[in-house]
């Protein structure tokens, strides 16, 4: 190729990067683009858009993990939010997370370490303890501030979970 087509042709390479980077919404700088402007030949333009291929990559993997680190986050204030609906389930959250059951119990499990239904167990006891030490409440008022249907599936988890009964 002629001197004129190879630029020609380089800088449309350069062109679609820049479109592609853009279209992806990733925060690319200019000093990235600015060493494809020096590339004398064809080999060197290919290393440094291989280059540019990596540093592309690079903040794909920093968007997704900035994404998944929010939606886990989100994940859990839903759970926090919710944990008093005794009708809490992951079937629940996949609807309002577009995510599949099995999908968000692998997540679940991956991300906070255990199983959604133990975390959601724990968190009622927890929040069963607080109002215990701080209020009179009834057991009846406590099971269904913290997302039981019943005193009796209350009471037994309880046990399980705290060694005693409430009182």
Do not use: W
Request: a neutral charge; charged letters at 30%.
């Amino acid at each position: 190729l002629s001197g004129m087509n190879e630029k020609l042709i380089n800088f449309d390479i350069i062109n679609a990067l820049l479109k592609t980077a853009n279209d992806m919404k990733l925060k690319i700088s200019i000093k990235d683009f600015s060493a494809f402007g020096a590339a004398d030949n064809r080999a060197e333009l290919f290393a440094k858009v291989d280059r540019f291929i990596g540093t592309v990559c690079e903040r794909i993997a920093e968007q997704r993990q900035l994404k998944s680190e929010q939606f886990i986050r989100d994940m859990l204030q839903y759970v926090h939010d919710n944990f008093a609906d005794y009708e809490l389930s992951l079937e629940k959250m996949s609807g309002v997370f577009g995510l599949s059951i099995y999908a968000l119990s692998k997540l679940f499990k991956e991300e906070i370490g255990i199983g959604f239904k133990d975390y959601v167990i724990d968190l009622r006891m927890e929040k069963a303890k607080a109002i215990l030490q701080k209020s009179g409440e009834s057991i009846g008022t406590i099971t269904r501030q913290v997302g039981y249907a019943n005193d009796s599936h209350f009471l037994k988890t309880f046990k399980k979970i705290e060694g005693g009964t409430p009182s």
